[in-house]
T-cell receptor, first 119, second 108 residues
Framework: GAVVSQHPSWVICKSGTSVKIECRSLDFQATTMFWYRQFPKQSLMLMATSNEGSKATYEQGVEKDKFLINHASLTLSTLTVTSAHPEDSSFYIC???????????????FGNGTRLTVT | GQSLEQPSEVTAVEGAIVQINCTYQTSGFYGLSWYQQHDGGAPTFLSYNALDGLEETGRFSSFLSRSDSYGYLLLQELQMKDSASYFCAVDYNNDMRFGAGTRLTVKP
């Protein structure tokens, strides 16, 4: 149980275009989802916290107009990288927290990540 | 902000025991977690310490000492498949912050 599906697993796009990444909780409801960015051999850097039905909370330094997050249902959050540039190339990973749970009594369930390459 | 320090790389042989340390300069967190991540894959949960002391889960154990601002992950009977990156993370209640990770290489 507790499967998080992230799609696509990899995407190549041209500079200036937008890319949408989906994060779905398949067998549980997630009121909170998290979006991370990871550069090679580095840590997971939290970009934003997404709460179902409300605006996402962005970390300092993350442009909310560039990284659009929508969490319209209890099983789906999307991250759209708008006007992508080569420096946006990275590994993006989502995680989900089961509804009613807190991180101190329930582990985070991660998607398999999306490798974005902007040419 | 928080600061979590881990060794960047550790190498050990199959069957051995290895300890990955995590020191931190932060407070007010609920607990310390450990996650494993294979190259290109999703992080998977290993262990969580809400209280000081040792938590054992099969071959993996984790320890936390809040007074020493220190925790560790202990991996026993190492297997080749244990080669991966290991991250400690502090939990501020639905706000998880990760350390830089330790890359473990298990050799035959």
């Amino acid at each position: 149980g507790a499967v998080v599906s992230q799609h696509p697993s990899w995407v190549i796009c041209k500079s200036g275009t937008s890319v949408k990444i989906e994060c779905r909780s398949l067998d549980f409801q997630a009121t909170t989802m998290f979006w991370y960015r990871q550069f090679p051999k580095q840590s997971l850097m939290l970009m934003a916290t997404s709460n179902e039905g409300s605006k996402a909370t962005y970390e300092q330094g993350v442009e909310k107009d560039k990284f659009l997050i929508n969490h319209a249902s209890l099983t789906l959050s999307t991250l759209t990288v708008t006007s992508a540039h080569p420096e946006d190339s990275s590994f993006y990973i989502c995680s989900a927290l089961q509804a009613g749970a807190s991180s101190y009594n329930s582990p985070l369930h991660f998607g398999n990540g999306t490798r974005l390459t902007v040419t | 902000g928080q600061s979590l320090e881990q060794p960047s790389e550790v190498t050990a042989v199959e069957g051995a025991i290895v300890q990955i340390n995590c020191t931190y300069q932060t407070s007010g967190f609920y607990g310390l977690s450990w996650y494993q991540q294979h190259d290109g894959g999703a992080p998977t949960f290993l262990s969580y310490n809400a209280l000081d002391g040792l938590e054992e889960t099969g071959r993996f154990s984790s320890f936390l000492s809040r007074s020493d601002s220190y925790g560790y992950l202990l991996l026993q009977e190492l297997q080749m498949k244990d080669s991966a990156s290991y991250f400690c993370a502090v939990d501020y209640n639905n706000d998880m912050r990760f350390g830089a990770g330790t890359r473990l290489t298990v050799k035959p």
